[in-house]
């Protein structure tokens, strides 16, 4: 975690990025409040002083990376102008984020999500479905802007592509970390999208 924090928020910071840390350092195993506290060198009552719930923590890790995600998708949405660049760099943005933040990726997969609250499961499913909507809606921008039509249904074409790289996120978890999300993707990436849209041929 990269953000900058200000003085009122640097203790919240301080647990966030511990709880993180913990995330990565131990793949597999449940973080609890008492060992956040002692990594973080505080009294769990002091946790709770910030946040009122182990939920809340994880809530909290969950707005970094929606901010974070969106904020990016949102500049190479300006940046970029065709369309299989765009979806390009959007998935790349997504498994370049994973691989740079491995312990919060396991709130992504769900893996850390274990026995908490349904309502963080679907907010982490929320944040996908809006990837894979706006995926959805470059292709769509595609036809008009550019005479690209995919060989697929639109949403299945956006779901081919948001599964790619979800299913390496997966493997990148399920690896302990030891298969990065970038792995072979620069080599995939063009067979990927090679069948994936046609030039719309006029009437």
Not at 78 to 84: Q, V
Not at 121 to 134: C, G, P
Not at 161 to 189: K, N, Y
Request: hydrophobic share 40%; with cysteine.
């Amino acid at each position: 975690m990269s953000k900058q924090p200000t003085a009122k928020s640097s203790r919240r910071q301080q647990i966030l990025e511990s709880l993180a840390h913990m995330l990565e350092a131990s793949p597999g195993a449940r973080i609890t409040t008492a060992a956040l506290a002692r990594e973080v060198g505080v009294s769990e009552a002091a946790l709770y002083r910030h946040f009122p719930s182990k939920s809340k923590m994880f809530e909290g890790l969950i707005e970094f990376i929606e901010d974070t995600i969106f904020t990016r998708i949102s500049l190479i949405l300006s940046e970029e102008p065709a369309a299989l660049r765009r979806c390009e760099k959007i998935l790349l943005l997504l498994l370049t984020f994973t691989e740079r933040n491995p312990g919060i990726t396991r709130l992504l997969t769900g893996d850390a999500l274990t026995g908490e609250t349904e309502r963080l499961r679907l907010r982490v499913a929320q944040l996908f479905e809006r990837v894979e909507t706006q995926l959805k809606q470059v292709l769509r921008e595609a036809e008009l802007r550019e005479g690209l039509r995919p060989n697929l249904p639109l949403s299945a074409a956006a779901n081919l592509l948001m599964a790619c790289a979800d299913g390496r996120i997966t493997q990148f978890v399920r690896s302990q970390f030891r298969r990065p999300p970038t792995e072979h993707w620069a080599e995939q990436w063009p067979v990927l999208v090679s069948g994936l849209m046609r030039e719309q041929v006029p009437a």
